[in-house]
């Protein structure tokens, strides 16, 4: 059965990774022949709503496409996590693993891909205590806030679940709680706030600039499955060849 795929990210910065137009929050929007994406902001409802829209839309296939925190030490910014399974409280969710494992077969050599668990958090992990914390007690080597929603749908409608995650931040270091108070639902900053939290000294310059730094490799992670599959994320992708 051919995959119609739909794809949930909660960021801008995330979409714009998958192509390189405006996406209004909330809204159904194609991509590719058989791809559609939903911007859905941060936040687990938010994901579960844009996947229940999705299915609406008719796709049978959803993909949670984004970033993740680190919980263990072993990952660091720009790694790619495409997880076995996700867990929500004590509830495991399912992966498509014969697609998952297409995708990690064509990734290049140089990008560090992991397997392994992804956790769902309820709000930004701003400490490493809290990130070894969420680790040991789920196994788990990554966490983000929206992949276990999308799971769930795709699990009560019996379709295929994907998650693509790149690494942002690693154990080491996390976003400040501060930088909640600059940040849009959908991920982007607001620049006023964001000066006055640098100016009063919330924010250290340097911290920016790291954040900055790790989202850059993280998309470019994201960037190169995008490149590597095509939209269909390498569940029938061929990739064009010229022939003389």
Same mark, same amino acid.
């Given at each position: 059965?051919?995959?119609?795929?739909?794809?949930?990210?909660?960021?801008?910065?995330?979409?714009?990774?998958?192509?390189?137009? =405006?996406?209004?929050?909330?809204?159904?929007?194609?991509?590719?022949?058989?791809?559609?994406?939903?911007?859905? $902001?941060? #936040?687990?409802?938010?994901?579960?709503?844009?996947?229940?829209?999705?299915?609406?839309?008719?796709?049978?296939?959803?993909?949670?496409?984004?970033?993740?925190?680190?919980?263990?030490?072993?990952? &660091?910014?720009?790694?790619?996590?495409?997880?076995?399974?996700?867990?929500?409280? +004590?509830?495991?969710?399912?992966? +498509?693993? !014969?697609? =998952?494992?297409?995708?990690?077969?064509?990734? $290049?050599?140089?990008?560090?891909?992991?397997?392994?668990?992804?956790?769902?958090?309820?709000?930004?992990?701003?400490?490493?205590?809290?990130?070894?914390?969420?680790?040991?007690?789920? #196994?788990?080597?990554? %966490?983000?806030? #929206? $992949?276990? %929603?999308?799971?769930?749908?795709?699990?009560?409608?019996? &379709?295929?679940?994907?998650? &693509?995650?790149?690494?942002?931040? *690693?154990?080491?270091?996390? *976003?400040?709680?501060?930088? /909640?108070?600059?940040?849009?639902?959908?991920?982007?900053?607001?620049?006023?706030?964001?000066?006055?939290?640098? /100016?009063? #000294?919330? &924010? *250290?310059?340097?911290?920016?600039?790291?954040?900055? /730094?790790?989202?850059? @490799?993280?998309?470019?992670?994201?960037? !190169?499955? @995008?490149?590597?599959?095509?939209?269909?994320?390498?569940? +029938?992708?061929?990739?064009?060849?010229?022939? !003389?």
């Amino acid at each position: 059965q051919l995959k119609i795929i739909g794809v949930v990210s909660a960021l801008r910065s995330e979409a714009k990774c998958l192509a390189d137009q =405006r996406f209004p929050l909330y809204q159904v929007v194609e991509i590719g022949t058989r791809t559609s994406l939903c911007l859905s $902001s941060i #936040g687990y409802s938010a994901a579960r709503g844009a996947a229940l829209k999705l299915c609406d839309h008719g796709v049978n296939a959803l993909v949670s496409f984004g970033v993740a925190a680190a919980v263990d030490n072993n990952l &660091i910014p720009g790694d790619l996590v495409l997880p076995e399974a996700i867990i929500k409280d +004590d509830e495991i969710l399912p992966v +498509d693993l !014969e697609w =998952r494992n297409r995708l990690e077969g064509i990734m $290049s050599k140089h990008l560090t891909v992991a397997g392994g668990i992804i956790t769902a958090c309820d709000a930004p992990l701003t400490t490493r205590q809290q990130k070894l914390a969420l680790g040991e007690a789920t #196994g788990a080597c990554a %966490a983000d806030m #929206g $992949s276990a %929603a999308v799971a769930k749908v795709a699990a009560d409608a019996g &379709i295929s679940f994907l998650a &693509i995650r790149a690494i942002i931040d *690693p154990l080491e270091f996390s *976003p400040p709680e501060a930088l /909640m108070d600059a940040v849009y639902p959908d991920g982007s900053a607001d620049i006023m706030q964001l000066i006055k939290l640098v /100016m009063n #000294g919330a &924010i *250290p310059i340097k911290t920016l600039i790291h954040l900055a /730094m790790a989202m850059h @490799v993280a998309r470019a992670a994201l960037i !190169e499955v @995008v490149q590597k599959t095509g939209l269909s994320f390498a569940s +029938d992708y061929v990739p064009y060849q010229h022939v !003389e």
